[in-house]
């Protein structure tokens, strides 16, 4: 899964979160996420593709939105 902003780090993601921004997530096709989950643990993977990926995270949803980074 992806985070709606293309962060191009891990650290930007985890202060926008701390930061309390409102952090979406989506799903680039079907696999099997439909509907997405809006609880419990995620994983989030970036930047967006056709780039590499150089990094992922485990994260906290509540509410649809991510409420934290482990």
């Given at each position: 899964?992806?985070?709606?902003?293309?962060?191009?780090?891990?650290?930007?993601?985890?202060?926008?979160v701390?930061?309390?921004?409102?952090?979406?997530?989506?799903?680039?096709?079907?696999?099997?996420?439909?509907?997405?989950p809006?609880?419990?643990?995620?994983?989030?993977?970036?930047?967006?593709?056709?780039?590499?990926?150089?990094?992922?995270?485990?994260?906290?949803?509540?509410?649809?939105?991510?409420?934290?980074?482990?």
């Amino acid at each position: 899964m992806y985070t709606r902003t293309n962060y191009k780090t891990k650290k930007e993601l985890i202060a926008d979160v701390k930061a309390g921004k409102r952090v979406e997530y989506f799903h680039p096709n079907d696999m099997g996420f439909s509907p997405l989950p809006r609880e419990g643990t995620i994983f989030i993977e970036g930047p967006h593709s056709p780039k590499p990926h150089m990094w992922y995270a485990q994260c906290e949803a509540k509410d649809g939105s991510i409420v934290k980074v482990k």
